[in-house]
Structures are given as C-alpha cells and as structure tokens.
C-alpha cells in the first residue's frame, strides 16, 4: 500500500462537479489498496457545488478518498481575484507543509493544479517526508497558454511567476506526467530530465454510459422531427467558449443549407458565447441549427444516441502543437459515433483509432465538405467507425485503465 497525496486546487467529484480526474484517479487507486488524501481549495468555479467549511484543512471522506479543504475565498472570471486565491492557497500550504507531511507521511506526491506553482508545495512536503516521489502532472501548459491564446506578455509579472514555476517544477520532480502526448520536447528545453516524462492521458469511465438519465421532453421533440425529416444530426456537447471554435460551426452550418445539405447540427451547453452564437445563429437566418441548453453529465450517453457524428473544434493555436487532450473527445469515442475534428495539429489521434477524421481549425468549407461525404457515405460505414471509437476508448482510455498505468510512476 503506497500513501499518496495529491495537491490539486480544483478537485472535485461527482456530486460538486468538476475537475473529476483527480475523483476518478483517486477512487481508483483506494480500489487499488492505496490510501489517498486530497489537498484542495473550498472553492472553485468549476463546481456546481463547493463545500462548507469552519477550518482550515477540514476533512470530509468522499468514496474512501480523504479530501483536506483549504480555504481561499471566492472570485469570478480569470482576473486578479483568481490570481490572488491561488497565492492564498500555495502560501497556506508552504506554510503548513512540514505539518502534511509529519500528519500523512506521504509515500507519493503528486502537485497536480492547473497553475504549476502548486510544485512549491509538493517539494516542501518531499523534504520532511524521507523515501517520497514527486510527481508533477500537467494538464495545461502554463504559462504558454496565457502567452499564446490569452495574449499576455511574457514580460507580464503573472506569467514570469508561472514560468518560474513551470522550470522548478521540470527540474526538481522526480517524474512529470502530461495529459497531452507531444509535450517532452519542450519540458525538456525548461530542465526536464531524461526518462522523466510520461504520457497519461484523460479518459472515461465506463459505468457512467451504463446507467443514463433520459432527455427532457424538449430535446425529444427536436430529434424526433428531425428523423421524421431524415436529417443527417451533427451534435456539438460541451462549453460554449471561444476556444471550441462554435462560431466556425455555424459557419459550415451556412454552407450546408447553402447547397440544401441533409445535415443538421444540435449544439447543447453553456458558456459566455453562448448569447453571441444565438446572436450569429439568428442573423444568418439558420434553419437547421439548434442550439439548446447544458444538460448534466449522466443525460450525455442520451444525448449523443440521437447524433450521427459528433463535431470537436478549437481556434487555430500552436498550443495543438501539443495535441489533444479534451474530455469530450474520450466522451465522443465512448458514444461510439463518428468524430469530426476540427483542429489543426500533429496528434492523428482520431486517425490513430480510425474512428473519425480530422480537418483544420477556422475553416468551415471543410467541416462542410466533410458533413457532405458522411451525408452520402454507407451507415454501416459510419457505424464501423463509431465502433473503433468505442472499442479504443474501453481498451485504451478507461480511467480503471489509466490509474494502473499510473501507479507504475509509484
């Protein structure tokens, strides 16, 4: 039995909501036989749900995982409040580290945040606790992306601290794991060593496309008069942001009932461009898009029944140069429907898996000309492909899978 201690601001689980691949990592390392205690901070914006708390490191015991709440206060947007409630919680941490580490005796430390300042910690832990491994994981490659996609200067105060941050952690764990599979150049030139690097990507988790919950009566009344009117069905689930590159869709979309295409496209989520797509929707006078509210996670498998393939996009960024790394390209094999992949990079990912095809970013004659090929291809054809999607996803992406594939780091 190894004791492992994950430091992760944002963890959450299924009843608060995201992020879920600490819940699902840890859960499966409890099943494992491994003890699991979670460092995480009482709010987060990612959850539909943060925890009460009246003191500092509370714990409360989620499915055998023993979360420790740091309080941080609350903000909204990317701005400096959010700034300023990761500084509370790193600096409470560095503060309270020889403590952790004399109260859990950790065997396993994995600083795994979105923000790589989180690596502080772990090492400070790693120093009173004799025999540990630090592991840091990356799930977004900070501070490249607020350089590259949110246009902020390297020079920038924030980014220089990330970017510090980013090159202690390279240098002093012991192992790095990246969700993203093109990534070890580039840790390499900020002090990665050799034979440190490991790929884990994201996954899914079988059990939750087992028991569905069923669609509200008002995305019913939309699939059913679109398979009364055999529309090919292109469905989009997931956030409305500018980085998924919606407004592309839309265009396509245009081009599709340009030439009196058989496709419709469903767009179902939330986000804050969700007003400026109804907007967009509205003014091209699209007939065959419907764009209808988030549904919750368990009404996915539901959903995505009703799809003949499935749309992911994002803007044109050399972030991709990365690859590929989003949930719901895991989701959209699971569903076990064609995918449509909207994104320029080096991942083949979806070619890989024979499970789909891939276009460039920002060019919708392309989606369009992709929608038209499986407008007229064989449904068998399609279905075959939908069937690799899956069948990769239960053999290679199930979480149960990819925490043994991590726990080899241990």
């Known amino acids: 039995m190894k004791k492992i201690l994950m430091i992760e601001h944002y963890a959450g689980s299924p009843e608060m909501g995201m992020e879920f691949r600490p819940y699902y990592l840890s859960r499966e390392w409890v099943r494992m036989g491994h003890r699991v205690d979670i460092l995480a901070a009482d709010f987060s914006h990612l959850r539909v749900k943060n925890p009460k708390i009246e003191k500092e490191l509370q714990p409360e015991m989620i499915d055998g995982i023993r979360y420790h709440w ?119 030139e900020h002090g990665l060593g050799e034979g440190r690097f490991f790929h884990v990507p994201n996954g899914v988790l079988p059990e939750e496309w087992e028991k569905t919950e069923p669609l509200p009566e008002e995305y019913e009344r939309v699939f059913s008069d679109l398979r009364k009117r055999n529309r090919f069905i292109v469905g989009y689930f997931g956030g409305f942001a500018i980085s998924n590159a919606l407004d592309v869709l839309l265009n396509a979309a245009a081009l599709t009932e340009e030439r009196k295409g058989r496709a419709s496209y469903v767009l179902v989520g939330d986000g804050e461009k969700k007003r400026e797509l109804l907007e967009q929707a509205e003014r091209m006078n699209l007939q065959e898009v419907y764009i209808l509210p988030k549904l919750p996670k368990a009404a996915v498998p539901s959903l995505t029944a009703h799809f003949d393939c499935t749309y992911v996009g994002a803007k044109n960024s050399s972030l991709y140069r990365f690859g590929l790394g989003m949930n719901k390209i895991f989701d959209s094999m699971m569903a076990g429907k064609p995918i449509l992949m909207a994104v320029s990079t080096p991942d083949d990912l979806i070619l890989r898996n024979r499970c789909g095809v891939m276009v460039p970013s920002n060019e919708p004659q392309k989606i369009d000309d992709a929608v038209k090929k499986w407008e007229n291809t064989d449904e068998n054809e399609l279905k075959r492909m939908g069937e690799n999607g899956h069948r990769a996803a239960l053999e290679k992406y199930t979480y149960p899978r990819l925490a043994e594939e991590f726990a080899k780091l241990f």
């Open 70 to 188: 740091v309080h941080t206060g609350t903000y909204e947007g990317n701005g400096v409040s959010r700034a300023l409630t990761m500084a509370q919680f790193v600096g409470k941490l560095l503060l309270w580290g020889r403590r952790i580490a004399e109260r859990l005796h950790p065997d396993v430390i994995i600083a795994s945040s979105t923000y790589p300042l989180d690596t502080y910690v772990g090492q400070r832990i790693r120093k009173y606790s004799p025999g540990s491994v630090l592991i840091h994981e990356v799930h977004d490659m900070w501070p490249a992306t607020l350089i590259e996609v949110g246009g902020m200067s390297r020079r920038n105060p924030f980014c220089v601290a990330m970017q510090i941050g980013e090159n202690s952690a390279m240098k002093n764990s012991d192992r790095v794991v990246s969700l993203l599979p093109l990534t070890e150049p580039y840790m390499r």
